[in-house]
């Protein structure tokens, strides 16, 4: 394991955005990271786990030790009937892990992919795409803790699982390095599977009428999902981005009520506890940052949700852009966006 000095990690995250760290490493193995902990040089330093840089906004050099995420493998752990836990390292890319399973038949992932990232940070963010969210297909964890170097396991009830959030962006923010993670899915191959295909959010169904699918399969839906987020969402390689900045907001059902009068045609979504969603997209988009650059940085065209580098900016100029919008937002409907990119 090669430990650097004064990292440029500019290639490490989605946006492109110059920082440094002042230590880095890449762990390839649980004995690395033990290894690391041990280590006296980084005993108070402070710590950044990096997965694939795609859900992090940088706005400054890292005065502490980086620790790249390269943990590998993906096996099968179990059977039992039409159900099967796979385990994946937490270094794996995610798309990898959803086509390994759709490879084998499992199901329970397709919906989820094309999402960039790492599988060991999809627990920490509750990732989410048309209807499906990982809590949904979530089996177990294993982290390391920073402090002690002791392995701790974590099932759906410890992960305390929210809309893009978990527990480690809450009270365990920074304190443990996620090696593996599994999931439990369902095996179609097998005769007594049944299964419920999750295609009603979204434009999906109008997807999978436009490709012409008549029966429909995991590898189907799965390249639905896909064509629509090529066609909506910018290649970080060529267009800095972080995919979705926000978060879609969830208001009272009386605050909806009264922004369909001036607003009739907003979208949304009700949700089972009687909150109503939101598309922080189209929120966007009506205040006019569809598109709108400002410098280095602006809203995507084709997706106001999408913020982006066009090349050189920092992250504090995302971070400003990020604000206005937030400000905008909040004064001509009265709603709060959150932020789902971590800012570091």
Not at 52 to 74: E, R
Not at 214 to 227: D, G, M, P, R, Y
Not at 237 to 247: I, Y
Not at 255 to 268: C, G, N, S
Request: proline share 3%; aromatic share 8%; charged share 25%.
């Amino acid at each position: 394991m090669k430990i650097e000095a004064e990292k440029s990690l500019k290639s490490l995250n989605t946006f492109g955005i110059e920082a440094l760290a002042r230590y880095f490493a890449e762990i390839c193995s649980v004995e690395d990271l033990l290894a690391l902990i041990a280590d006296a040089r980084f005993s108070r330093s402070k710590t950044l786990v990096l997965g694939g840089g795609s859900n992090i906004l940088l706005t400054g050099d890292f005065d502490g030790l980086v620790i790249k995420n390269a943990i590998p493998g993906i096996e099968l752990l179990s059977r039992s009937g039409c159900e099967v836990i796979v385990k994946a390292g937490a270094g794996t890319g995610w798309h990898d892990l959803v086509q390994w399973c759709l490879d084998r038949n499992y199901a329970g992932l397709e919906n989820l992919s094309l999402i960039p990232g790492l599988a060991g940070a999809a627990p920490i963010q509750n990732i989410g795409a048309y209807g499906v969210e990982v809590k949904d297909v979530f089996h177990e964890l294993e982290a390391v803790e920073l402090s002690s170097g002791k392995r701790v396991k974590f099932g759906p009830k410890e992960c305390a699982f929210g809309y893009r959030d978990s527990v480690f962006k809450q009270k365990f923010r920074g304190q443990f390095v996620i090696v593996s993670v599994s999931f439990r899915l369902t095996d179609l191959s097998t005769p007594q599977a049944a299964y419920q295909y999750r295609i009603d959010y979204g434009d999906l169904r109008k997807k999978l009428d436009e490709m012409k699918v008549t029966a429909l399969s995991l590898k189907a839906v799965s390249e639905a999902i896909c064509q629509i987020r090529r066609a909506k969402l910018p290649d970080p390689k060529e267009l800095g981005n972080a995919g979705s900045f926000f978060k879609n907001p969830s208001i009272s059902k009386d605050q909806f009520q009264k922004l369909t009068v001036k607003y009739p045609e907003m979208p949304h979504f009700l949700q089972a506890d009687g909150t109503v969603k939101i598309p922080a997209g189209w929120l966007i988009e009506q205040c006019g940052f569809k598109g709108k650059r400002a410098g280095r940085v602006g809203s995507h065209k084709d997706q106001a949700l999408v913020l982006v580098n066009y090349g050189g900016a920092g992250g504090q100029e995302i971070l400003d852009l990020a604000s206005s919008i937030q400000e905008s937002v909040r004064k001509q409907f009265e709603i709060k966006l959150a932020l789902e990119v971590n800012v570091i």
